[in-house]
């Protein structure tokens, strides 16, 4: 089956803690994406990747961070600088640049205890 | 600057009827793509339909087609025959050639369908 995953479901946030959201493909897509949602709201984009070993910031970038060392893998740290950091977070790819579809996992919703 | 605008928080359809979903969008890019995606209460961003600023034809898939009027740019989303399944939020995004693949996204519309 190919497809996105994202884990956990559901996490928790200590205060002045990082914690790392996981995002697998195996769609041999080229390009990740990562979105953050709030509640009744649209998706803004925090980071993305269009090849391994290089990405951009997107929209609201601080307090997170992101690595692509493989093509299949775009974690997403959420650090302590994230003042904010509620929220669903939905990972994304698509076929590489152009007009292609971006295609979604699951979402893991992040909470701050 | 891009912007896409759903001015509908909320809709109403009885089963089996048509609804359309209104979504307007602002670009200064020349070539750019509007899709449409369906949010259920499980949170999974699900692709329905997809529009190329040069198609002549409105997309069409199923029982979703996209209304898409260049000159007033919009691009309405109209759902045939509804179904119980259909509740859901919907959100229309638009990406432009010049943006790095981002999705912009409109704040959504809650559809409802009524038995």
């Known amino acids: 089956d190919g497809g996105i995953t994202q884990s956990p479901k559901y996490l928790f946030r200590k205060e002045g803690q990082n914690v790392t959201l996981s995002c697998e493909q195996n769609?041999?897509?080229?390009?990740m994406y990562w979105y953050r949602q709030d509640p009744g709201q649209g998706l803004r984009l925090i980071y993305y990747s269009q090849i391994v070993n290089d990405f951009q910031k997107g929209d609201i970038a601080e307090g997170y961070s992101v690595s692509r060392e493989k093509k299949e893998s775009f974690p997403l740290t959420v650090t302590s600088a994230q003042k904010n950091p509620t929220a669903f977070y939905l990972c994304a790819s698509s076929i590489g640049r152009g007009q292609e579809t971006q295609y979604f996992g699951p979402g893991t919703r992040l909470l701050v205890l | 600057a891009q912007k896409i605008t759903q001015t509908q928080p909320g809709m109403f359809v009885q089963e089996k009827e048509a609804v359309t979903l209104d979504c307007t969008y602002d670009?200064?890019?020349?070539?750019?793509?509007l899709f449409w995606y369906k949010q259920p209460s499980s949170g999974e961003m699900i692709f329905l339909i997809y529009q190329g600023s040069y198609d002549e034809q409105n997309a069409t898939e199923g029982r979703y087609s996209l209304n898409f009027q260049k000159a007033r740019k919009s691009a309405n989303l109209v759902i045939s025959a509804s179904q119980l399944g259909d509740s859901a939020m919907y959100f229309c995004a638009m990406r432009g050639d010049n943006q790095g693949g981002k999705l912009i996204f409109g704040q959504g519309t809650e559809l409802s369908v009524k038995p």
């Open positions: 769609l041999n897509h080229d390009a």
């Open positions: 670009t200064s890019d020349q070539s750019y793509g």
